[in-house]
């Protein structure tokens, strides 16, 4: 007779069994059913008798894009072009596999630099791949993505039979394919008349760039599409999808030689539209040294031997004036609202940039106009026409001019007006160098440099210049040239007041070569100055060079006051500043104490305040006394009271 114990134990052991031959027999195609995000793929598995077989007889490996995916996307669904008929979980893809559509058209593996694995342009989602064995005991894998797989698609009443072309034949082809009505005649004919077309046919797995018709509307432009510009628009051996591409990453074109040396690299702005650029390093007579950008405007298209991405113009070609690329990028492109507030402002900006016989723009890009303070300027006509100016150099000023004049300091730059100056900082080198402008108390940091034109050249920038976005405070602390009085205020606390956004303060901040100066001229105040222990002495220098009013005091108005008494007298925080400004060859003198002090940057524009960044501090050696080392700093003098005490209590005890 069996326990109640025995029996309560084969009930759990056959319920075991039960679960675990269930689990046994469960196949991809039952996961596939179940799992209702992927109802969308199961449902065209099971109209195509193809999938079906091979979920049913053969190892496989399955693409499958989540419910999500299938509602963003617009086009024919080719299940086929999903499966490839062998097993590979996520470590064992290699970097092309073929799918079981019609010619097998291959789906190309890469990966980024954060680990992410795509298939073509649709990510693997970690953590949800799943590998099961059917009831023939072959071994399957699914993965899910995050988008449709689009094949090479054809256009309904294409004459010919078009299974996985490579990219010469898709060139070829284009008319019978589905392009958004984009046509490639007139770049097939200058391949074809250079003879590249081995180029094209080259097996193996690249990223090939090609120019749509629009964009030779210039009649000379097709001429200047040689084979070198040719190869230009090749990155041999690289896959590269959209999704997958790495921002900004310089890859090598097949213009890349001895004399001429090209690289493209792809990057993304927030709106979503993907560019490529071409970035002459090396030139020659024919192809001169810049940057080229291009809008994509179809993307991810695979053929056989690689992808193809359709480009709004041709890299490498350097044809139109500042102005013509400011149209051009203006009506729809990565200048448009720049070009809005151009001629929104009566175009008379345009104008002036078309009349300049070398110009440089900084040009905000079109997150940079999203900042609030400048929707209350834009109404300001005036306002708006000294901040355009702010972003026009009358030179022709690319990256390595930028270093050159930032060998030994901060670069400082006219603009067009020529009373406002913009500084360039470079840090770093190579492709790794960062490149800051500061301009009206703003520092903008160059996202996409050197875009070369025939008479100058256009760098993209984050931030709008002359619009501040900071607080006296803040300036202080992000700007390189103030560091050392950005270190001063904060040990002895005077910073404090500076982020106040109910007072305006005119802070005349010495640069910090100034106060290196000041090491040579009075060593032992220098020293002192920057040791916690002189905090007071510290403070009381800083407060002479801040005036707080109701309002700040531009340069040209201290230079109007000047005229008009003499001199100056500045509210500070426990007594006034006076001084006497004068303006000698455009550039900007504090008279002193009988000191002449250059203004090195005037108008710095804050939120609460404004900057005169100056070449010397208002300071005099007996502003900090040292005499015989009879100071006592305050670490002397809690040295001293904790003495005191201790005898003032051995007393009491005795």
Not at 68 to 75: I, L
Request: with cysteine; proline share 4%; charged share 20%.
């Amino acid at each position: 007779m069996t326990s109640p114990g025995c029996r309560g134990f084969s009930a759990a052991a056959a319920l075991l069994l039960l679960c675990a031959t269930s689990a046994a027999s469960a196949e991809l195609s039952d996961k596939l059913r179940d799992d209702s995000e992927l109802s969308q793929f199961y449902s065209q598995v099971e109209q195509n008798p193809i999938a079906n077989a091979t979920l049913t007889l053969r190892s496989c490996t399955l693409f499958v894009p989540t419910n999500e995916a299938f509602q963003r996307y617009k086009g024919n669904i080719h299940v086929l072009y999903h499966i490839t008929t062998a097993a590979f979980s996520k470590e064992q893809l290699p970097k092309t596999v073929s799918s079981d559509m019609d010619g097998n058209p291959p789906l190309y593996i890469t990966k980024n630099r954060n680990g992410d694995i795509y298939v073509n342009n649709a990510r693997i989602i970690p953590s949800l791949s799943v590998e099961m064995t059917n009831r023939e005991g072959k071994r399957q894998v699914m993965h899910i993505i995050d988008e449709v797989l689009q094949p090479l698609a054809v256009q309904k009443n294409a004459q010919d039979n078009i299974n996985n072309p490579d990219a010469m034949q898709f060139l070829q082809m284009a008319e019978q394919l589905e392009l958004n009505d984009f046509h490639l005649r007139t770049y097939r004919s200058q391949v074809t008349l250079a003879k590249k077309e081995s180029v094209y046919q080259s097996p193996g797995a690249h990223t090939f760039l090609i120019p749509i018709d629009e964009s030779f509307k210039l009649s000379a432009r097709s001429g200047l599409v040689d084979a070198k510009v040719i190869d230009g628009h090749v990155i041999p051996n690289t896959v590269i999808f959209t999704a997958a591409s790495q921002h900004d990453d310089p890859k090598t074109s097949a213009a890349f030689e001895d004399l001429l040396k090209v690289t493209v690299s792809f990057f993304k702005q927030k709106d979503g539209k993907m560019y490529v650029k071409s970035n002459t390093i090396v030139g020659d007579a024919k192809h001169r040294e810049g940057v080229v950008l291009a809008e994509i405007v179809k993307a991810n298209i695979p053929v056989q031997n690689g992808v193809v991405h359709l480009i709004h113009r041709p890299l490498m070609i350097i044809d139109t004036t500042v102005t013509d690329f400011l149209k051009e990028n203006g009506e729809n492109g990565a200048l448009r609202k720049f070009y809005e507030v151009i001629m929104d402002n009566g175009g008379e900006v345009l104008d002036d940039i078309t009349n300049l016989s070398e110009v440089t723009i900084l040009a905000p890009s079109n997150d940079a106009w999203n900042a609030s303070l400048i929707e209350n300027l834009l109404r300001n006509r005036k306002k708006m026409r000294e901040i355009l100016n702010m972003h026009i150099i009358r030179d022709r000023l690319n990256v390595d001019k930028i270093r050159q004049k930032n060998a030994n300091m901060i670069a400082q730059v006219p603009t067009v007006n020529n009373s406002t100056f913009l500084y360039f900082n470079v840090k770093g080198e190579g492709t790794d160098a960062v490149i800051t402008v500061e301009g009206g108390g703003v520092n903008a940091t160059i996202i996409q440099a050197d875009v070369a034109q025939t008479n100058g050249y256009v760098h993209i920038i984050d931030r709008v210049l002359g619009v501040p976005h900071t607080t006296v405070l803040g300036k202080l602390e992000s700007d390189p040239m103030m560091s050392d009085t950005y270190k001063m205020g904060q040990f002895s606390h005077f910073n404090d007041q500076l982020n106040n956004t109910q007072r305006r303060f005119t802070y005349f901040v010495p640069r910090d070569k100034g106060w290196q100066k000041t090491e040579l001229d009075y060593p032992s105040a220098h020293k002192k100055l920057f040791m916690p222990d002189f905090s007071y002495h510290s403070k009381s220098i800083l407060e002479r060079h801040l005036a707080i009013a109701d309002h700040v005091f531009t340069m040209k108005d201290l230079v109007q006051y000047s005229q008009q008494a003499g001199n100056v007298v500045l509210p500070t925080f426990r007594d006034s500043l006076q001084i006497r400004v004068e303006e000698e060859a455009g550039r900007y003198v504090i008279i002193w104490n009988y000191k002449k002090i250059n203004v090195y940057r005037p108008d710095v524009e804050c939120t609460n305040g404004i900057i005169h960044v100056i070449d010397y501090p208002l300071l005099e050696e007996k502003d900090v006394v040292v005499s015989g080392g009879s100071y006592l700093t305050e670490s002397s003098i809690c040295i001293i009271l904790a003495n005191l005490i201790m005898i003032t209590v051995a007393k009491i005890l005795n």
